[in-house]
């Protein structure tokens, strides 16, 4: 939604620092780089620039969950009266599922990249990965969190759309989100 005045959405890409080594991101075909994480006083001059600004989601070329700063960020933001949402790689879920139940988020997103183990440690390359992804998606839905799942559709995986929406529908998410990767200028890209 864009308000009249200004942006009325932000992403904030909270840090640069990852889990994982997907090899369809940006930060891990070196065409992104590390950058000082954001804080609460960085997000105060950016809502004092464009107070038009009513939802921030919290991403970026990195994991939320190894930023010191995501709770003081989304903290901050809904002191301000600002939506905020999340999205993460889901491998650290479980561990924060209580932190997180503790505050108001519009939704929880969780790439989950892949239907099976093997294929989705290869996309996230990742050790347990998926285990990790699927064990927090249900610790955080339990907790009464609003998760939805996200996956990274390309040439070789497309074919594979309606097994991720049969995944999706048993683990009884709230939404699904589907996007194209991204071109970022490398050998593989799809």
Not at 129 to 135: E, S
């Amino acid at each position: 939604m864009i308000s009249v005045g200004g942006p009325g959405e932000c992403n904030v890409y909270l840090t640069s620092r990852c889990n994982a080594a997907c090899p369809f991101c940006a930060r891990t075909v070196g065409r992104t780089v590390p950058v000082p994480d954001v804080t609460p006083e960085i997000m105060a001059r950016v809502l004092s620039r464009y107070p038009s600004i009513i939802n921030c989601c919290v991403a970026g070329f990195g994991e939320p969950f190894l930023s010191e700063q995501l709770y003081p960020v989304a903290d901050y933001l809904t002191e301000q009266r600002r939506g905020v949402s999340l999205i993460t790689n889901g491998a650290l879920l479980a561990k924060h599922d209580g932190r997180l139940a503790e505050r108001r988020w519009l939704y929880v997103s969780v790439s989950l990249n892949a239907c099976e183990s093997a294929e989705h440690e290869e996309r996230m390359a990742l050790h347990r990965a998926f285990g990790l992804v699927l064990d927090g998606i249900r610790a955080g839905l339990v907790a009464g969190l609003p998760i939805g799942v996200s996956f990274v559709i390309g040439r070789s995986n497309y074919e594979r759309i309606p097994r991720y929406l049969d995944l999706a529908a048993q683990l009884s998410v709230r939404f699904v989100s589907m996007m194209n990767t991204l071109p970022h200028g490398g050998q593989d890209d799809e």
